[in-house]
């Protein structure tokens, strides 16, 4: 059972264009929604996570918009650059359980 | 400053033999994660170790998966009698403490492969 579903599967985004990415999740009980990055053969890197207490957090060219009644939280990658194409990961978790329950990733790709 | 190390980054292992993938969490570390991901799929937990404790096993496998961290040394996580289906990159993920929120640093993954 797919606990955090992400879409679309895959993005093609011209150089400068904004890449947006939703992810969805069921159970109400997450309080912690991290996004990690993920190139070739390398392991996830943390990118930007996010609270349910606030609908946006901003870190550079990278923004979270949550939206709590809706179950929904989505990356925004701005001014999209060549060096942005990876496979970006939702994920989520409970306080007080370590568990991170993944998404299937998204593969964006930004073409100069 | 080293951050997760995994060993072997590759593995290849004809079906019945053992796989035992290492992983050295982040130095001042005590929270060891083990994840599997198979291909097109996102990372799966596995187990959630801390020094000489299993604290979470709930994803791992009943059957040929164990994991341990022992207090000198590196985690384990070990697959006995290994199938093709065990086929997978295996990532490793340490933090300082617990609790969410908490950020998983992640290492780069043992890709293993069952013939």
């Known amino acids: 059972q797919q606990q955090v579903k992400q879409s679309p599967q895959s993005l093609i985004v011209q150089k400068g264009g904004i890449s947006i990415i939703n992810c969805a999740y069921e159970?109400?009980?997450?309080?912690?929604f991290p996004w990690y990055q993920q190139f070739p053969g390398k392991g996830p890197a943390l990118l930007i996570a996010?609270?349910?207490?606030?609908s946006e957090k901003k870190e550079g060219r990278f923004t979270i918009s949550f939206n709590k009644s809706a179950k929904q939280f989505s990356l925004h990658i701005m001014d999209s650059q060549p060096g942005d194409s990876a496979t970006y990961f939702c994920?989520?978790?409970?306080?007080?359980?370590?568990?991170?329950?993944f998404g299937k990733g998204n593969q964006v790709v930004v073409i100069p | 400053n080293a951050g997760v190390m995994q060993n072997p980054r590759h593995l290849v292992r004809r079906r019945g033999q053992e796989a035992r993938l290492r992983c050295s969490p982040v130095?001042?570390?005590?929270?060891v994660y083990w994840y599997r991901q198979l291909p097109e799929e996102g990372l799966k937990f596995m187990v959630y170790?801390?020094?000489?404790?299993?604290?979470?096993e709930s994803g791992m496998p009943k059957e040929r998966f164990s994991a341990e961290f022992p207090k000198e040394g590196p985690s384990i996580l070990r697959i006995q009698q290994v199938v093709r289906g065990d086929s997978a990159a295996y990532f490793c993920?340490?933090?300082?403490?617990?609790?969410?929120?908490?950020?998983?640093?992640f290492g780069p993954g043992t890709r293993l492969l069952v013939l």
């Open positions: 993920a340490s933090s300082p403490s617990a609790g969410s929120g908490e950020t998983q640093y």
């Open positions: 159970n109400t009980a997450f309080d912690y």
């Open positions: 996010i609270r349910p207490d606030v």
């Open positions: 994920a989520a978790s409970i306080t007080g359980n370590n568990r991170l329950a």
């Open positions: 130095k001042g570390h005590s929270h």
């Open positions: 170790l801390q020094k000489e404790n299993i604290i979470d």
